[in-house]
Every structure is written in C-alpha cells, then in structure tokens.
C-alpha cells in the first residue's frame, strides 16, 4: 500500500500519530524508525532494508554498540552540564529532559540495560559524583574545563584571603580589648604615717598662691597673717589645698580613662559593622540546629513540629529530621523558622556579625524580640552580645 497524497485527511492523521514519543519497544536504532504498534515494527522486521542493516551490524557489533554508546553518553552528559551545571540533581530527571527530543539515541541500543547501571558507570569513570538515596539515583557533573577550574581556584583564593584578613582584624581588635582593659585597672597606692625625725625643727608650709585657680578661696583662706596662734589655721589650709590638686588629677585621671574607653568602643562598634555587613546573608540553614516547620502545605501532622537539620542542599534547602515520627523532608528555608531554647542552653548564631559560632543564651527580651548571648567558641570567647533577633540564633541539637 503507497503513501497517502498530501494534503488528504489520511496523511494530515498519520502526521498528527508520529508528532509525539512512541514507545521504545517498536524502536529500531539502526534503521532509525518508529513504529506505532505491535504489527507495523512486526513488519519492519521482516523487511528487506531491516535485513540489510542487521548484515552490516552483524559484521561489526562492537563498533556499532560503542558509538551509540559514546552518542548517549556524550549526549546526556552535555545536558547535565548545560541545563544543571554543577549541581547535585536527579538522574532521571535529567532522562526524561534528554529522551524528550523526538530523535534522541535510545538506550536499548547501547552496552547498558538500565539508567542504574549508566549512573554507575559514570561514577566508577569519574564523569560525575553519584549517590543513591531512599528518592533513587542522584548526578552531580564534576566540570574538568581549565577556565572553569581557574575560576573556582581564584574563587577559592579570594575566600580564603577574605577569611585571613578577617581573622587578623578579630586578633587586632581583641589586642585592643585587652590593653584597654589593662589602662583601665584601677592602680594600688599606700599610705604611711608622717614621722618628723627631729620635734626640735620648725614645720615649713611654701604655699604658692599664684598657681592657684580659685582666687576668692585663696583671700578667704589666706586673709588673716600667719602669726604663731594661727598654725592650726595654715594647716587646715594647706590640707584643702591639697585636696584640691588631688581632686584635679582624679578629674584629669577619669577623663583620660572616659577617651579611651570612648575611642576603643568607636573601634569594636567600627569593627562590629564591618563584620555585620559581611557575615549577613539572605540564607541560615545550617547542619545540628533545630527548625520548626511553618508551612501547611504539608497538613496539619507536619505543622509546626520540630525537627532537625541533617543535610543543607544549594544553601536554601535542607533535609529536616522530624522528631516525632522520625521521617526526613526536604524543605525550603521558607518553609522553616529558628527555635529559640531556654535561658542557659546552648544556640548557634546563624547570620549576622557572629556568623557560625557557638553560644550560650544568656537573657531573653521578649517585648523587643531579641536576646543577649554569650560567645562560646573562638577566639571571642566570653564576650556578650546583646540585641541579636530571634532569627539569627537557633538551638543546637544535642543528641540523646
């Protein structure tokens, strides 16, 4: 029977039916057809270009075998990297994108039965990091361009001179800490008792009036002449004086100790606003912090239950360990909000200044939404932080 004419209805039909994917067991890959059903792949077998083509493969059925192979997985492999990069994704995900094309090389014709064992021979070759999980089969292409891995060495390298500048000025600052702590240590003074070595010799006062600053207290003092009944007045007199320099050199001492105290809070707040503006990012999830589940997509036997985080995926996903039944979801950071633990128990900073360190809390400001914690780990151990919002600290899951 011919070929319909175009145009008539017969013809515009059978397009439509060989417009989409057919199915794989009336594929033939080396006359490149597809048939639509059981009977029309039955007769294809048995037609004279079929047999022709099967003597050829006959002949050599390693080189035919190896370059389909080579075209699929050269194939699949371009599509990873084109549309994921390098990211962890799902293997048959990444399938079903590359058979959509209606002329794709079938996997039928090539040395692997089944997605599972390309997957794995992709990862005994070294192509790709694969992972199998209770989802299935996970590919992540491992990228072996000489720009893309100068790229991620100088990524690498600006990270790491980034981190050392950092922990330099974390050092400089705590220097500064602690030799303002050491300028402001009150200084020891004694006191002895005055001894007059001979009681024969006179007692000298040599009062100089004219350094004095207040001059209405020095003619009010100093009015009546310093005749031998009038010891006990010059004496009383020259202790006030003295008096007042010592207050003098308080004052100056405690105005002194206030510009220091002043200057370095100028610095720590300096510092504390650079720290900020770095370590302040639109993503928290972190490993061993405890999450609620605020979403209600879910229903009502996941919201609101706590659980915690086992894995962190692309920064904004996390796989949560739920408490109660144990099971493990994947989950947007949208759908997840800190849990803040009592007074004393240990949380994890995870945004902000503070960034990854460890803490204790320390007070809890309901009214303003914030807390005050005490830094336990690194080299700003022991300092207390105060203001820091709810969503900046979560609890730290401490294994039973």
Same mark, same amino acid.
């Given at each position: 029977?011919?070929?319909?004419?175009?145009?008539?209805?017969?013809?515009?039909?059978?397009?439509?039916?060989?417009?989409?994917?057919?199915?794989?067991?009336?594929?033939?890959?080396?006359?490149?057809?597809?048939?639509?059903?059981?009977?029309?792949?039955?007769?294809?077998?048995?037609?004279?270009?079929?047999?022709?083509?099967?003597?050829?493969?006959?002949?050599?059925?390693?080189?035919?075998?190896?370059?389909?192979?080579?075209?699929?997985?050269?194939?699949?492999?371009?599509?990873?990297?084109?549309?994921?990069?390098?990211?962890?994704?799902?293997?048959?995900?990444?399938?079903?994108?590359?058979?959509?094309?209606?002329?794709?090389?079938?996997?039928?014709?090539?040395?692997?039965?089944?997605?599972?064992?390309?997957?794995?021979?992709?990862?005994?070759?070294?192509?790709?990091?694969?992972?199998?999980?209770?989802?299935?089969?996970?590919?992540?292409?491992?990228?072996?361009?000489?720009? *893309?891995?100068?790229?991620?060495?100088?990524?690498?390298?600006? +990270?790491?001179?980034?981190?050392?500048?950092?922990?330099?000025?974390?050092?400089?600052?705590?220097?500064?800490? +602690?030799?303002?702590?050491?300028?402001?240590?009150?200084?020891?003074? *004694?006191?002895? +008792?005055?001894?007059?070595?001979?009681?024969?010799?006179?007692?000298?006062?040599?009062?100089?009036?004219?350094?004095?600053?207040?001059?209405?207290?020095?003619?009010?003092?100093?009015?009546?002449?310093?005749?031998?009944?009038?010891?006990?007045?010059?004496?009383?007199?020259?202790?006030?004086?003295?008096?007042?320099?010592?207050?003098?050199?308080?004052?100056?001492?405690?105005?002194?100790?206030?510009?220091?105290?002043?200057?370095?809070?100028?610095?720590?707040?300096?510092?504390?606003?650079?720290?900020?503006?770095?370590?302040?990012?639109?993503?928290?999830?972190?490993?061993?912090?405890?999450?609620?589940?605020? *979403?209600?997509?879910?229903?009502?036997?996941?919201?609101?239950?706590?659980?915690?985080?086992?894995?962190?995926?692309?920064?904004?996903?996390?796989?949560?360990?739920?408490?109660?039944?144990?099971?493990?979801?994947?989950?947007?950071?949208?759908?997840?909000?800190?849990?803040?633990?009592?007074?004393?128990?240990?949380?994890?900073?995870?945004?902000?200044?503070?960034?990854?360190?460890?803490?204790?809390?320390?007070?809890?400001?309901?009214?303003?939404?914030?807390?005050?914690?005490?830094?336990?780990?690194?080299?700003?151990?022991?300092?207390?932080?105060?203001?820091?919002?709810?969503?900046?600290?979560?609890?730290?899951?401490?294994?039973?």
């Amino acid at each position: 029977m011919g070929k319909h004419e175009v145009g008539t209805p017969k013809y515009i039909a059978n397009k439509i039916k060989a417009k989409g994917l057919q199915k794989l067991r009336w594929y033939c890959q080396m006359c490149q057809k597809q048939c639509r059903d059981e009977n029309g792949f039955k007769c294809h077998m048995m037609s004279e270009s079929h047999q022709r083509q099967l003597l050829l493969f006959a002949d050599n059925a390693d080189k035919y075998i190896d370059e389909f192979s080579k075209e699929f997985c050269d194939g699949y492999l371009e599509l990873l990297k084109r549309q994921f990069g390098t990211k962890r994704v799902h293997a048959n995900r990444v399938y079903q994108d590359y058979i959509s094309e209606r002329h794709h090389l079938h996997m039928n014709s090539t040395q692997w039965e089944t997605l599972t064992d390309f997957v794995k021979w992709l990862g005994r070759e070294g192509k790709c990091v694969v992972d199998e999980t209770e989802k299935g089969w996970y590919v992540q292409y491992i990228d072996r361009d000489p720009e *893309t891995i100068a790229l991620q060495e100088a990524m690498m390298k600006k +990270e790491k001179m980034d981190k050392d500048d950092q922990e330099k000025m974390m050092e400089f600052l705590q220097k500064q800490i +602690e030799r303002g702590r050491d300028c402001s240590k009150p200084v020891s003074s *004694t006191y002895t +008792e005055f001894v007059r070595q001979n009681e024969e010799e006179k007692l000298k006062l040599n009062l100089n009036l004219i350094n004095l600053k207040k001059k209405d207290d020095v003619k009010t003092e100093f009015k009546m002449p310093l005749l031998p009944g009038n010891i006990a007045g010059s004496e009383q007199s020259k202790k006030r004086s003295l008096n007042d320099t010592a207050s003098e050199s308080e004052k100056k001492k405690v105005m002194k100790e206030k510009a220091k105290a002043s200057a370095l809070d100028a610095i720590i707040n300096e510092e504390e606003a650079k720290k900020e503006k770095l370590n302040r990012k639109d993503y928290w999830l972190t490993e061993d912090i405890v999450v609620k589940i605020i *979403t209600k997509s879910l229903g009502d036997k996941y919201y609101k239950k706590k659980g915690v985080i086992v894995e962190v995926i692309d920064k904004y996903v996390a796989v949560v360990s739920v408490f109660e039944t144990g099971h493990k979801l994947k989950l947007d950071q949208a759908h997840l909000e800190t849990v803040i633990p009592a007074v004393g128990r240990k949380v994890k900073v995870v945004n902000g200044a503070y960034r990854g360190c460890e803490a204790v809390l320390k007070h809890l400001d309901e009214k303003n939404f914030c807390v005050s914690v005490e830094v336990a780990s690194g080299p700003l151990k022991g300092r207390i932080v105060e203001g820091v919002q709810y969503e900046d600290i979560s609890k730290i899951h401490v294994p039973s």
